[in-house]
């Protein structure tokens, strides 16, 4: 490991988990009290939290090209697990979102309606976006793990 990766490792590793944490922590505090028994708090809940993917899947990013550069295979591993159950997750809440829309949309409002079309839309397109990522990270992760043992 050269000199210069060194000194940036303890940097790069708060920054990568400033990266996951914070938006999660955001993304509850939005979406309090927790109410999963309503269609409208997870409709709402779910657009939240699709604002922030990117940060988290940057982070995850982050923690992965730290693992390649100092060929830490056990933090690869764990990147992928961590990747592969973020996509599993959203999977099930896209699927959840599809439903929420579908049941929420005959009580919108006919003035509101080219906005919720347009939210839910947004919101489709980040998390089929988030899970495309999520995907071939894990799978990215792996295969790198993979190699840095050859």
Known sequence: MTDLLRRFTLASWLIALLFVINPIVDAATNAWPFYPASVE???????????YFVSILFGLLMMGAIAVAKQQRTVLRLVGGVSGLLALFLLVA?????FDTLQLRPVVREEQLPMFRIGAVKTAF?????????????????????DAGA
């Not at 708090?41 to 604002?51: C, E, H, K, Q, V």
């Not at 896209?94 to 599809?98: E, I, L, P, Q, T």
């Not at 976006?129 to 295969?143: E, H, I, Q, R, S």
């Open 41 to 51: 708090w997870r409709f709402a809940s779910t657009g939240i939290l699709s604002n």
């Open 94 to 98: 896209s699927v959840s979102y599809g």
């Open 126 to 146: 980040k998390i089929g976006g988030a899970v495309l990522g999520t995907v071939l990270l894990a799978l990215g992760a792996f295969k790198a793990a993979r």
